[in-house]
């Protein structure tokens, strides 16, 4: 079947900023053989910006660019000895994708409930909550090469992961588009709660033996209480990324701000919490315009009322120079701005 293309079309309701920008052409695609046809007409030689949930992009004006949206589905899931591998569509909801596994009885993903996006975008920032990263799940993912018109598929060490980041942001950024991405889990993980929140609401409920089902229940519990939920209240989750400074930075900092919420991560490298930053310089729950900062986490970004992804970039801007000021910590966006 011959891709659709659309023009100048409007994504407020392809993003979950709910920003009304337009974009100059839309094609969603179904099936893998699409991006083969699509290609033969050269459509990537123009630019182009491949969207899944729309759930991590700001938009900041209109999108002189080809959207390329991912709408592949399909799941399902096959066990090899104490391995269960599953499978799915780059178009997938992933929230689907994890009760579909909490439903079967297959352990591993649960602690990533409720994140919203697509799974072909799971391994683009190595989607990560709760204790779990997709890089501990991630077996391979199928992505077709925009240069060469080619299926590559990609094992975990092509990846390149860590911490928000992989490969397909760095040297592979533009390039390739995520079609299927398998994930390797197995009967014998066992639960994990070594998050502290995760523990606790698990004691309020008095559940002193977790299942995958609790596990998945209670992280979405968490994240209701603490994210806005984009469908009334615009946002893309963490707007910025923790910032993961030396150990040199981090005595000096911690030394004058004693109050600093940190994790050390690896040998002489500390993770700051970017959300306690920014409350420290007075941004929670503010809004300035039709942009605000969310009052029950400061690292959420919001569109309070209306706001254009410009109100929205602008604020980001000003709480960036505040802490860079406080602090001489600069935050880096985990949100792709367009
Ligand atoms: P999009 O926003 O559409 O795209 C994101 C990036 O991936 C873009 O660069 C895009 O070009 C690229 N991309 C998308 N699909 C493909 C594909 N098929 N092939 C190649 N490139 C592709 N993230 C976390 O890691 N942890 C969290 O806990 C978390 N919580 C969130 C909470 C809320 C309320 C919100 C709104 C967001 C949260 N996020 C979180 C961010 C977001 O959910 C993830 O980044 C998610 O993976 C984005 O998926 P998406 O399909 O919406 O991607
Ligand atoms: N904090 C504050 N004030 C705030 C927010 C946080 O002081 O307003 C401090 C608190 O001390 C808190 C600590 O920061 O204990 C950590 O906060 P939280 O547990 O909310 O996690 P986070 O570091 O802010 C990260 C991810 C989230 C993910 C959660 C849970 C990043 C950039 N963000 O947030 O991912 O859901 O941990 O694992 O790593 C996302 O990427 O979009 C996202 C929501």
Redesign the pocket.
């Known amino acids: 079947m011959n891709p659709q293309v659309q023009k100048n079309i409007s994504l407020a309701k392809y993003n979950t900023f709910g920003v009304d920008v337009r974009a100059k052409k839309f094609i969603k695609i179904e099936h893998e053989s699409q991006l083969e046809e699509l290609y033969t007409q050269n459509i990537f030689k123009e630019p182009f910006f491949v969207l899944g949930g729309g759930s ?1 992009v700001l938009f900041t004006k209109d999108i002189d660019k080809t959207i390329i949206h991912i709408a592949i589905k399909g799941k399902e899931h096959q066990t090899e000895n104490n391995s269960i591998y599953v499978h799915a569509g780059g178009g997938e909801v992933w929230n689907d994708l994890v009760w579909y596994c909490v439903d079967n009885g297959l352990p591993g993903m649960e602690n990533l409930a409720l ?1 919203p996006g697509t799974v072909g975008a799971s391994p683009i ?1 190595n ?5 779990t990263e997709l890089m501990d799940i991630f077996y391979t993912c199928r992505a077709f090469d925009t240069q060469t018109g080619k299926f590559r598929t990609f094992k975990h060490e092509d990846c390149h992961f860590s ?2 980041d992989s490969i397909f942001k760095t040297k592979y950024k533009n390039r390739f588009i995520i079609t299927s991405v398998s994930y390797k889990l197995s009967y014998q993980n066992s639960i994990n709660t070594k ?3 995760i523990k606790e609401e698990l004691a309020h409920r008095k559940i002193e033996h977790p299942d995958i089902k609790d596990i998945a229940e209670v992280v979405s519990h ?2 209701v209480e ?2 806005p939920d984009p469908s009334t209240v615009g946002n ?7 910032p993961i400074i030396e150990e040199d930075t981090f005595t000096e900092l911690h030394t004058k701000f004693p109050g600093l ?1 940190f994790f050390p991560i690896e040998k002489h490298k500390y ?1 700051l ?4 930053l ?3 310089c007075g941004w ?1 729950g503010k809004t300035v315009g039709a942009a605000g900062v ?1 009052k ?5 970004l919001i569109n309070a009322n209306g706001a254009s992804g410009a109100d929205i970039f602008n604020l980001s801007e000003q709480i960036s120079k505040d802490v860079y000021n406080k602090y001489g910590v600069l935050l880096e966006r ?2 792709n701005i367009l």
């Open positions: 991590n994140i920032q989607i990560g909550a709760y204790g911490y928000r998050y502290g929140k968490i994240r603490k994210l893309a989750g963490s707007f910025f990324k923790n919420v993770k919490a970017a959300g306690w920014i409350e420290s929670k969310w029950n986490q400061a690292l959420v985990e949100v």
